[in-house]
């Protein structure tokens, strides 16, 4: 498997492949979580680790654990810790998700937790023939009442959980929560571009919350122009290639 590096800006760049890349999505799910300096944060299916790198080059969380049940994805994540020193704050553990135990990982000790899951339903889509790309794409290993029964393991009280998904499935996001006593917070659209739907939505929940949640206005990324928004080059950040040419 060949690999190479993605400049992330600020000096960071993730290990990417083939198999484990990344896109949009994770780039806005990481803005959306928005960590503190203090936070104890774990990033599930963490691929390539774009999302606990993204955080790291903000200065952003006391410590990260990315978990992902594929070898090489854990590869590519202790690639770009070691080449950038930041073994004492990046921890990987190569598991699967939905059989997680406390030797593994410390549960009820995490601040945040963030997934960028797969989006299509079971028996839902054609399905790509590279296992890697069936995996993060469809729940073939996991599904999203796997994501928040864990997610629900692993937060202390109080804690959050940050995903994204396709607008479809909203309802089965917000009732796997619920599912597992974490109440829906606050939920984000995403728009590619002015007069056309949302193609994703973000979501948080809080574990033990009461319930109330806040929809702020849309995240636009282009304007009528076809030119990037000031909302999404605050997204894109440091992160700078063709996507972010105005």
Not at 132 to 152: M, P, W
Not at 189 to 210: C, D, Q, R, T, Y
Request: charged share 25%; proline share 6%.
């Amino acid at each position: 498997m060949r690999t190479r590096l993605e400049d992330l800006g600020g000096g960071i760049a993730a290990t990417v492949s083939d198999r484990h890349t990344f896109g949009t999505d994770a780039l806005v799910l990481a803005h959306f979580a928005a960590p503190k300096k203090s936070t104890a944060a774990c990033d599930l299916g963490s691929g390539c680790g774009v999302i606990p790198l993204l955080f790291c080059r903000d200065g952003l969380c006391r410590s990260i654990t990315a978990v992902d049940v594929q070898p090489d994805a854990c590869e590519q994540i202790r690639d770009a810790a070691l080449r950038h020193g930041l073994g004492d704050k990046l921890h990987v553990v190569e598991a699967d998700l939905r059989a997680l135990t406390p030797e593994q990982i410390p549960f009820y000790s995490f601040d945040l937790v963030t997934m960028n899951p797969p989006y299509v339903a079971p028996n839902a889509g054609l399905q790509n023939g590279e296992e890697s790309a069936r995996i993060a794409r469809h729940e073939i290993l996991c599904g999203l009442d796997d994501v928040t029964a864990c997610a629900a393991k692993l937060l202390r009280f109080g804690g959050r959980l940050c995903i994204c998904q396709r607008p479809d499935r909203l309802a089965d996001a917000i009732c796997a929560m619920r599912a597992h006593g974490i109440e829906p917070k606050r939920l984000l659209w995403m728009i590619h571009s002015v007069g056309k739907k949302p193609s994703l939505f973000l979501l948080e929940g809080k574990k033990g919350a009461n319930s109330g949640m806040v929809v702020p206005a849309p995240l636009i990324l282009k304007d009528e122009n076809g030119r990037y928004t000031p909302q999404a080059l605050e997204v894109y950040g440091l992160y700078q290639n063709e996507r972010t040419t105005v």
